[in-house]
């Protein structure tokens, strides 16, 4: 089976590109599975419910979400209601809206677990540890089917690289999120989980990583504050998709992807 994850979409431009590209990329490389990180899609910031509606509509499968989560408290009820298509990180205290993994059926009929972590380093929330709570999850979800994906929303590339080494063998990718650039180190690893630093963005390219850049370079010469605007170029589609034995879990093979509108 193969499984399409894409990359942070960030805002208007984001959203339009996904919405562009999608259906020709589950056409041509026939998707049963479509993931993708939503957490910026709401004006570079958060999510609210009609923008998540508006992906899911494109054929987006699963949301999964990271640091931004809760910049739209509108969406608090919307984690609530619709579980089996949107996620947070697990990693979050109990009892924060939504949930941070879910088991949910691809087109080909395969159950696939997908969990949503947030890494420590560098971020600004207290979480849990996403090692220890990956191990967790993992176990319960390998009780009903051993494809599992996993969204680590992380800034630094070590946390990214070890916990995609600490589940291998555990799941069938590891992908990270965040930093908004595509890393060129796809690999499957020796226990035969698929992983990749960073998926990279869907959104505006020509941009600092999907904000205009005049304000963001204002902003490292002056050290002021400056308030950031999604840049309004066309946005580019980044991603990966997954070759996965939906009998082992193990991947069998990982395509960087990137496409413009």
């Known amino acids: 089976m193969k499984i399409l994850c894409i990359g942070d979409i960030v805002g208007r431009p984001g959203r339009e590109a996904v919405a562009h590209a999608l259906p020709r990329i589950k056409k041509e490389h026939g998707i049963d599975l479509v993931i993708a990180n939503a957490e910026n899609a709401s004006g570079g910031s958060g999510l609210i419910p009609k923008n998540a509606d508006e992906i899911l509509s494109f054929g987006v499968d699963v949301m999964t979400m990271g640091d931004h989560v809760w ?23 109990d009892g924060v809206p939504g949930i941070g993994w879910a088991i949910v059926k ?15 380093t560098f971020m600004r929330y207290n979480v849990s540890c996403p090692f220890r709570a990956l191990e967790a999850i993992a176990a319960q979800i ?15 590339t070590s946390e990214k690289v070890a916990l995609g080494h600490f589940a291998d063998g555990k799941v069938s990718l590891v992908f990270g999120t965040h930093t908004h650039i595509q890393t060129a180190d796809e690999k499957i690893l020796p226990e035969g989980t698929a992983y990749i630093t960073d998926l990279g963005m ?22 002021m504050p400056h308030k950031f605007h999604v840049a309004q170029a066309k946005g580019t589609v980044h991603g990966v998709i997954v070759k996965v034995d939906p009998k082992t879990g193990k991947a ?5 992807l990137q496409m413009g509108e």
């Open 71 to 93: 910049d739209k408290p509108e969406i608090f009820p919307y984690l609530q209601e619709h579980q089996q298509k949107i996620i947070r990180p697990a990693n979050f205290p």
């Open 202 to 223: 869907s959104g505006p390219y020509d941009s600092v990583i999907g904000q205009e850049k005049t304000k963001i370079i204002t902003r490292f010469l002056t050290s």
């Open 106 to 120: 691809a087109s080909n009929g395969t159950k696939v677990g997908v969990i949503n972590l947030l890494g420590r």
């Open 142 to 156: 390998k009780e009903k089917t051993p494809v599992i994906i996993v969204d680590m929303h992380a800034e630094t």
């Open 252 to 256: 069998e093979g990982i395509t960087r």
